[in-house]
Structures are given as structure tokens and as C-alpha cells.
């Protein structure tokens, strides 16, 4: 079942995580309907989509009817919870897909997917859809894009309601790089006068992103530098932004274009203007 949350709302949660300020506030009840014509692209939501004569059904945004989001691979998605019933079927209707909206009529795409088989439903039927059976969900590239963590806390901002407390956002870098999907398995530079910068205000992460069919993104705006090393590191191969000075979460990372050799008097590492890009894609 392909399902992707929107290009705007990638943008609204990319903006609270990763800026100083703005950013997706949950909604306390979220509409979807079934569509008996698919948008061209669920990120983007364009194209012919086409609801039907039965309204779109309000659900309360709660942990109950959007369980709590879980990571496979780059995908990030959750179900939900209880069973969605629309009404009865006033002639035969067959559904493609849903989309979620933040509005009974009208409002704004919020994300949606798209069924492996069309759901049949002859006239007089109850339109029902069991719990488990629709899902909505974060594709993360595998190097630049955000950690299974963070798409997990994204998901169940917006699809569960639970709050998210923006924390300040450090850079760092790693002599072994770690798997950027889950967040681990990287090894991050130690002694030698090493320590995280933090990248919020002037230098944090641009408030504006890019939205279209494949990706949703911020880039760093300012460069990030680190101080010059007091003794030997090791060889810095990859950076990564984490919600902490020490310890915490990685919220995303991404391979040196160039891996330093970092000695006594070397030159420190730095991350130019857009060397870092956090992104979300269009799960396909």
C-alpha cells in the first residue's frame, strides 16, 4: 500500500524540529475520505482526486485511533487503531485510496495512500474499513535524510497527537558513519579538544523547503565549524545533526564529500551553507 504524509506537512515538521520557530501544531481531529480517483502523487496530492457521495469521517487525533509510529527499513508508518466506519453505500462504490484532510470540505491535503486492491462495496453496504487497514507514513533517504527516531516523533505529532518539546540541535561528525535510517552503529570523534556545535538560531536550519513530487527538505543555512583539533581524532567521514550536547538522538546525517584526516593544528571540520540537507521523500 503506498502512503506518504504530504509535501507541506513533511515541510511544517521539518520547519518544528529542525528551526527556531514555526513549525506543525497537531490538529484535535483529522477528516479522511475515500477516493474513487487517486491523486497523481500522494506527497503531492495533485491530479483528479475524487471523493464520493459519503462524507468524509472526522477522527479524533489520539494514540488510541493513530497508534504509535514504527520504523522498517527507511519507512516510517503507522495504522490506525480502530475501525472507520463511513455510512452506508447509496449505490455500488469502489475505492482506490484515502486521503487525509484537516477539514470536513475543502482544507488542506494532509497525506494519504492508496489500496492494493480497490475496496468494493455494493449499494446498501456498510462502508467500513477494519483497524490496521489503511497506513500513513515518512520515507527517509539513506544518507540526508531524517532518523527512524525523529520520523517516529513526527508521525506521532501529527497522526496521534503527542507533543513534541523542540529541543536545541547540535552538530557533530563521525570517524566511522553510522546507519542514518535507524541511527546507529556510528562512531563520533572523541578527544582532542572535539565537541558538538549547536546549530539553532542564525545558524541553524533554513526555514524554507523545497516542495514537489519527490522531496521535502531544509538546508543548513550558515556554515557549521568545530574547533581546531588538539590531538589526533581520527578520520572524520561523516556529520550529522543531533537533538543533544552529548548522547541524545541523531535526527539526521550524511557522508563528507571530502573524509579529514584530523591531526594536532589540523584545520577543523566544518559543514558549508546546504552540505547538509535533512529530507523527506515520497514513498513510492
Not at 500522494?42 to 483528479?48: C, Q, R
Not at 484537516?102 to 483497524?131: K, Q
Amino acid at each position: 500500500m503506498p502512503s506518504s504524509i504530504s509535501g507541506f506537512l513533511a515541510g511544517e515538521l521539518l520547519r518544528l524540529v529542525f528551526n527556531n520557530f514555526g513549525g506543525h501544531e497537531p490538529l484535535p481531529t483529522i477528516y479522511i475520505e475515500l477516493l474513487t480517483a487517486a491523486p497523481d502523487n500522494y506527497f503531492y496530492g495533485g491530479g483528479s482526486i475524487q471523493g464520493s457521495s459519503l462524507s468524509r469521517l472526522a477522527i479524533t487525533n489520539n494514540l488510541t485511533n493513530f497508534p504509535s509510529a514504527s520504523t522498517v527499513g527507511l519507512i516510517t508508518q503507522k495504522v490506525n487503531g480502530t475501525a472507520l466506519s463511513f455510512g452506508t453505500a447509496d449505490s455500488a462504490l469502489s475505492f482506490v485510496g484515502f486521503g487525509f484532510y484537516d477539514s470536513a470540505t475543502g482544507g488542506i491535503w494532509l497525506g494519504g495512500g492508496g489500496f492494493t486492491v480497490p475496496l468494493e462495496f455494493a449499494s446498501g453496504a456498510t462502508v467500513a474499513i477494519a483497524p490496521g487497514g489503511i497506513a500513513i507514513a515518512i520515507n527517509t533517504a539513506s544518507v540526508g535524510g531524517c532518523s527512524g527516531y525523529v520520523c517516529r516523533r513526527m508521525l506521532d505529532l501529527a497522526f496521534g497527537s503527542v507533543a513534541y518539546d523542540k529541543p536545541s540541535n547540535f552538530g557533530g561528525y563521525f570517524t566511522t558513519a553510522p546507519n542514518y535510517a535507524t541511527g546507529d552503529g556510528g562512531v563520533e570523534a572523541v578527544g582532542g579538544g572535539y565537541s558538538r556545535v549547536e546549530t539553532t538560531g542564525e545558524g541553524g536550519i533554513n526555514s524554507g523547503n523545497e516542495q514537489n513530487f519527490a522531496s521535502s527538505f531544509l538546508p543548513i543555512d550558515s556554515n557549521i565549524t568545530f574547533a581546531n583539533p588538539t590531538d589526533a581524532q581520527g578520520t572524520a567521514v561523516a556529520g550529522g545533526i543531533f537533538d543533544a550536547v552529548s548522547g541524545g538522538n541523531l535526527l539526521c546525517g550524511g557522508d563528507l564529500a571530502v573524509p579529514r584526516n584530523l591531526v594536532s593544528g589540523s584545520t577543523g571540520v566544518f559543514f558549508e551553507v546546504y552540505s547538509i540537507q535533512v529530507r523527506i521523500l515520497s514513498v513510492t
